[in-house]
Nanobody, 123 residues
């Protein structure tokens, strides 16, 4: 019933850009933070960026600061990715956490997850 659906992934050369989108549907709760996570083959899933319900609090991993920008509008979440590097190659997931405040620091506090969209960056 409740689901998140990602789109916008693809293959790009190093230095290129992609814009990921995530649409939430069927969510009955009023407030939720939303974030992007990624997982590369053989590596643990890591947080990339997150934004609070109000948009007043954001988080970005050190590895993407200055290159990625997170934003939200209504039930949609976006991730603008610029100056992509081969190490950005991963499956990217969007997720929602039931909180009105700042993004949770624990991935397990995110209740809803999408199926992911693949991003591949070649050198």
């Amino acid at each position: 019933q409740e689901k998140l659906v990602e789109s916008g992934g693809g293959s790009v050369q190093a230095g290129g850009s992609l814009r990921l989108s995530c649409t939430a549907s069927g969510l009955t709760f009023r407030y939720y933070a939303m974030g992007w996570f990624r997982q590369a083959p053989g590596k643990e899933r890591e947080g990339v960026s997150c934004i609070s319900w109000s948009g007043g609090s954001t988080y970005s991993a050190d590895s993407v600061k200055g290159r990625f920008t997170i934003s939200r509008a209504g039930n949609r979440l976006y991730l603008q990715m610029n100056t992509l590097k081969p190490e950005d190659t991963a499956m990217y997931y969007c997720a929602a956490a039931l909180t009105r405040g700042a993004c949770p620091t624990d991935q397990y506090e995110f209740e809803y997850w999408g199926q992911g969209t693949q991003v591949t960056v070649s050198s």
